[in-house]
């Protein structure tokens, strides 16, 4: 019996059920069935959040300025090969890998060095 109060008082505090707790009007003691009214529900979302699936991240652009600060830099040239045409920006940290747009990883790349360098560091300028 003390489940079903325990209960009982649990939908009441949801604002699931509204009970009129009757008393008998000549001896208090005297038990008489309560009325329970069922009241519209919402059920609450489940507090389980979605796991979050690590996608691809954006890629963001690199701007403008940035590129000709780089450009700067780097004296307008290749670091690889020193030619001053075609010339790229490139992520010393891939992007894919979690290399940011910040200065330090960004250079300066001719577009055949750049399509040279695979998955990994360029000879003779990295370390
Ligand atoms: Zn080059």
């Known amino acids: 019996m003390q489940t079903v109060d325990r209960s009982i008082k649990r939908l009441e505090a949801m604002g ?8 008998h009007p000549d001896n ?9 009214e069922l009241l519209p529900y919402k059920p609450q979302p489940p507090l389980v959040q979605k796991p979050v699936i690590p996608g691809p ?3 963001l652009p690199i ?3 940035k590129r000709a600060r780089i450009l700067d830099r780097d004296g307008h040239r290749c670091r690889k ?3 001053a045409e075609d010339l790229t920006i490139d992520h ?3 992007w894919s890998r979690g290399g ?16 040279r360098r695979h998955d990994g560091d360029l000879e003779g300028i990295d370390s």
């Open 28 to 36: 208090p003691k005297l038990p008489i069935p309560s009325v329970y």
């Open 16 to 23: 699931a059920i509204r009970v009129d707790r009757r008393v």
């Open 100 to 115: 940011s747009n910040a200065d330090d990883n960004l250079r300066v790349l001719c577009r055949s060095c750049n399509s």
């Open 81 to 83: 090969c020193g030619v």
């Open 92 to 94: 010393v940290l891939h």
């Open 63 to 65: 701007s403008a300025t």
């Open 57 to 59: 991240r954006k890629r």
